[in-house]
């Protein structure tokens, strides 16, 4: 069973950059898509950033250019650089696993961890 657990979360300013990280176990060797979700209530949990075992990323519009998200193997850590950050960004963070093709689609998401808190303030 896959096992995600992320850390790094926290409150900054408008402008300023984080990095979340996300512990991984019980991957399927060689075969994985892991991604960045965001949630903020009342809305439907948003696709940021997904790479996969091959090495393709695929980013929504809205983070295009300010994250990266890459992946540590020796580590087993999913990582997500966040850049010029804003207050849309606000909102409950989540990693999570799948199956190749890279994908952001949340329904082909089977595992997930408990997700952390990223406030931005302006």
């Known amino acids: 069973q896959v096992q995600l657990a992320e850390s790094g979360g926290d409150s900054v300013q408008s402008g300023g950059s984080l990095k979340l990280s996300c512990v991984v176990s019980g991957l399927p060797f060689g075969d994985y898509c892991l991604g960045w979700f965001r949630q903020v209530p009342g809305q439907e949990r948003e696709g940021v950033a997904a790479?996969?075992?091959?090495?393709?990323?695929l980013y929504s519009n809205s983070v295009q250019h300010r994250f990266v998200i890459s992946l540590d193997n020796a580590r087993n850590t999913l990582y997500l650089q966040m850049n010029n950050l804003r207050p849309e960004d606000t909102a409950m963070y989540y990693c999570?696993?799948?199956?190749?093709?890279?994908?952001?689609?949340?329904?082909?998401?089977?595992?997930w961890g408990r997700g952390i808190q990223v406030t931005v303030s302006s």
């Open positions: 790479i996969d075992s091959d090495g393709k990323t």
């Open positions: 999570g696993s799948s199956l190749p093709p890279v994908t952001l689609r949340y329904p082909d998401y089977g595992y």
